[in-house]
């Protein structure tokens, strides 16, 4: 088992940043990638970032390229989250998950809430 644990949500005016952390209780032979995910109430789960855990390569949805930041401490297994310019779009709850090499996201955390009121 791998437990996940998110941090740094919280209330941000448009325009503010956050910077979100998840801390992984160990990391797996399997574990290729991290990723972010948010859910806004009433909308489907959507995929926000990704980034893989040796080669550090990164990938962004359309709608936060150029404004959020994914970085790794693998010495921490701890993956983070940068947000700056935040819009009110943005408000949702943000998960955190492990992806295996199989490319299956086989962990999650709770979710940290992030709200960026206008």
């Known amino acids: 088992q791998v437990q996940l644990v998110e941090s740094g949500g919280g209330l941000v005016q448009a325009g503010g940043s956050l910077r979100l952390s998840c801390a992984a209780s160990?990391?797996?032979?399997?574990?290729?990638?991290m990723a972010w995910f948010r859910q806004a109430p009433g909308k489907e789960r959507e995929f926000v970032a990704r980034?893989?855990?040796?080669?550090?390569?990164?990938y962004y949805a359309d709608s936060v390229k150029g404004r959020f930041t994914i970085s790794r401490d693998n010495s921490k297994n701890t993956v983070f989250l940068q947000m700056k310019s935040l819009k009110p779009e943005d408000t949702a709850l943000y998960y955190c998950?492990?992806?295996?090499?199989?490319?299956?996201?086989?962990?999650w955390g709770q979710g940290t809430q992030v709200t960026v009121s206008s």
């Open positions: 160990r990391r797996t032979f399997s574990n290729y990638a």
């Open positions: 980034i893989l855990w040796s080669a550090g390569n990164t």
């Open positions: 998950a492990t992806q295996t090499t199989t490319l299956k996201y086989d962990y």
